[in-house]
């Protein structure tokens, strides 16, 4: 009997596209940039407290806009934010003979900025102004301590099931920049947006932090085992997954 390498190369490309198109279509397929959820951590300083403190308003509003769920709703109307990103500072180490190489010095996070949605009394405006004053004192102009403005945001992306499979915690975060709002009577067919620039001390990844207690050996073995379920995960047909 006759060997056929044609029919063979179409097996295997057939195999191969169907193992694609089987990651593709799986829970565990491609990561869409506009399956994601934000969560907005307001200071927990005195701003924790409903009452204000001293000549400062913004603690009392902003306890009062945590318990009506301002908080909540305003980070549902987050429509676009960025995962943030990490930058190696480096410096060249000369004094040693052939090419030089960089030697890393250090590390800086860069700013994030995130765009949200407006409700009609703009109260998601409302919500960030309250928190930036928290860092001063609309009457005496005075600088509050770090502690009393600093909170967090969680960014989780999403799977196809809504599903959280990847976050990132901004620490330290705070608003830094209200982003002006243009208003015109030529824009009948849109909504109004409010972006808002977020500075943070760095960020950590938030499925290391629930992983970091165990050993890395038990930490290795299992990734090892989520990638073996995956992988075999993928290859049953999405028919059978759903039983």
């Given amino acids: ?31 869409r940039p506009n ?29 009062l806009l945590k318990g009506s769920g301002n908080v909540r709703s305003v980070g549902l109307r987050c429509e676009g934010i ?11 180490q000369t004094n040693l003979y052939g090419p030089e190489r960089d030697m890393v010095t250090g590390y800086t996070y860069a700013d994030v900025t995130a765009t949200f ?9 409302q919500y960030f102004e309250t928190w930036q ?3 001063f004192n609309d009457e ?22 809504n599903n959280k499979k990847f976050g990132i915690e901004l620490v330290d975060c705070f ?11 030529g824009t009948n067919n849109t909504y109004q947006t409010l972006s808002v620039t977020f500075n943070f001390r760095y960020w950590k990844n938030l499925e290391d932090e ?24 993928s290859q049953i047909p999405s028919v059978l997954r759903r039983l």
């Fill in 1 to 31: 009997m006759a060997f056929k390498i044609g029919s063979l190369v179409d097996t295997i490309a057939h195999g191969t596209l169907n193992e694609v198109l089987g990651l593709g279509r799986s829970t565990d397929g491609m990561s």
């Fill in 35 to 63: 399956k994601f959820e934000v969560t907005l951590f307001p200071p927990t300083g005195f701003a924790g407290n409903k009452g204000s403190t001293g000549n400062n308003k913004a603690p009392g509003i902003m306890g």
């Fill in 82 to 92: 960025e995962l943030p990103g990490r930058t190696l500072d480096t410096s060249p």
């Fill in 117 to 125: 949605q407006c409700s009609s009394d703009m109260r998601e405006r």
């Fill in 133 to 135: 004053e928290m860092a």
């Fill in 140 to 161: 005496t102009w005075s600088i509050q301590y770090y502690d009393n403005y600093r909170g967090k945001v969680y960014i989780h992306t999403l799977d196809e099931q």
């Fill in 175 to 185: 608003p830094k920049t209200i982003g002006a709002q243009a208003l015109s009577y």
């Fill in 210 to 233: 629930v992983t970091k207690t165990q050993s890395l050996s038990s930490r290795i073995a299992e990734r090892a085992v989520n990638a073996v379920t995956r992988k075999i995960t």
